[in-house]
């Protein structure tokens, strides 16, 4: 059965990218030398389903920065708008995430990467969210994109870990509860 799977990173006032969706914060604190935990967590990943916006602040990023295939959920970019070098690496669709998933469970993927703010938010107001590992960047942006939005019900969380990093990022691990 296919699976979708959270990996992101906030400020620690939960913004994941300011209201222009710029991510230098975040970037700034990319240090090399020290492994979060994504090497791993990608290794088991089919593919990788990301909205718009996060595609949008990616596409321009080389090299192009992911080793699976990308779904981007939009309902106005189309195959015409794909930048040449990302040909057979990214493809669009305006399924619902319902639908997606459909499509990617009959095309043989397993476990999906959902990335991108409003994308997640869709994907766990339709129960389509078994983990998410939440990386907290020390910072306060005061301002800017939330992970979470409004949700028509509780959703109930199992922590499973936590840890930290030298460089003051802090990351939890859950899981939905069933």
Same mark, same amino acid.
């Given at each position: 059965?296919?699976?979708?799977?959270?990996?992101?990173?906030?400020?620690?006032?939960?913004?994941?990218?300011?209201?222009?969706?710029?991510?230098?914060?975040?970037?700034?604190?990319?240090?090399?030398?020290?492994?979060?935990?994504?090497?791993?967590?990608?290794?088991?990943?089919?593919?990788?389903?990301?909205?718009?916006?996060?595609?949008?602040?990616?596409?321009?990023?080389?090299?192009?920065?992911?080793?699976? +295939? =990308? &779904?981007?959920?939009? %309902?106005?970019?189309?195959?015409?708008?794909? $930048?040449? /070098?990302?040909?057979?690496?990214?493809?669009?669709?305006?399924?619902?995430?319902?639908?997606?998933?459909?499509?990617?469970?009959?095309?043989?993927?397993?476990?999906?990467?959902?990335?991108?703010?409003?994308?997640?938010?869709?994907?766990?107001?339709?129960?389509?969210?078994?983990?998410?590992?939440?990386?907290?960047? +020390? =910072? &306060?942006?005061?301002? %800017?994109?939330?992970?979470?939005?409004?949700? $028509?019900? /509780?959703?109930?969380?199992?922590?499973?870990?936590?840890?930290?990093?030298?460089?003051?990022?802090?990351?939890?691990?859950?899981?939905?509860?069933?």
């Amino acid at each position: 059965m296919i699976s979708g799977h959270v990996f992101i990173a906030t400020s620690l006032d939960g913004f994941i990218a300011r209201a222009d969706g710029d991510i230098g914060w975040l970037l700034q604190r990319d240090d090399p030398s020290e492994d979060h935990g994504y090497d791993d967590f990608i290794k088991d990943i089919d593919v990788i389903l990301m909205g718009r916006g996060t595609f949008e602040a990616m596409q321009a990023v080389r090299p192009w920065p992911y080793t699976r +295939p =990308v &779904l981007v959920l939009s %309902g106005s970019l189309k195959d015409d708008q794909m $930048p040449d /070098d990302l040909a057979g690496k990214v493809r669009f669709s305006d399924k619902s995430p319902e639908q997606a998933m459909a499509m990617l469970e009959a095309e043989g993927s397993r476990r999906v990467y959902v990335d991108g703010g409003l994308v997640i938010q869709s994907f766990l107001r339709a129960g389509l969210i078994s983990d998410m590992v939440i990386t907290s960047v +020390p =910072v &306060l942006l005061g301002q %800017g994109r939330r992970l979470f939005g409004p949700l $028509p019900s /509780d959703i109930s969380l199992i922590h499973e870990g936590t840890r930290s990093f030298a460089s003051g990022l802090v990351q939890s691990r859950y899981r939905i509860a069933p």
